[in-house]
């Protein structure tokens, strides 16, 4: 059985039901002047429990295909951003 690459990237869009658009930074050299240059990819990732928000950083992994674009799924949510708990408030019955 082979190992199923997995992914690192950050939330960038959570508006899609059960999708989520996931953005992976990484550094390439320029093949003539050497130059290293930031590229960016956007993968569509399926999230069955509609868990992540934007900013949130995510672990993807490759599965079959899931739809026209969409072929990584989610395996956990490593860092939850901008997350803000709800205060409860005394004296409210």
Not at 52 to 71: A, F, Q, T
Request: net charge positive.
């Amino acid at each position: 059985m082979q190992k199923r690459k997995g992914l690192i990237g950050k939330v960038i869009n959570n508006k899609m039901e059960k999708t989520i658009v996931v953005e992976f930074q990484h550094t390439v050299q320029h093949p003539r002047y050497g130059k290293v240059m930031r590229r960016r990819t956007r993968l569509k990732a399926h999230d069955e429990k509609k868990e992540c928000l934007i900013g949130d950083r995510v672990r993807v992994v490759e599965c079959r295909p899931l739809s026209k674009e969409k072929h990584w799924r989610v395996v956990e949510v490593l860092a939850h951003v901008n997350r803000v708990e709800p205060v409860p408030v005394e004296g409210i019955s």
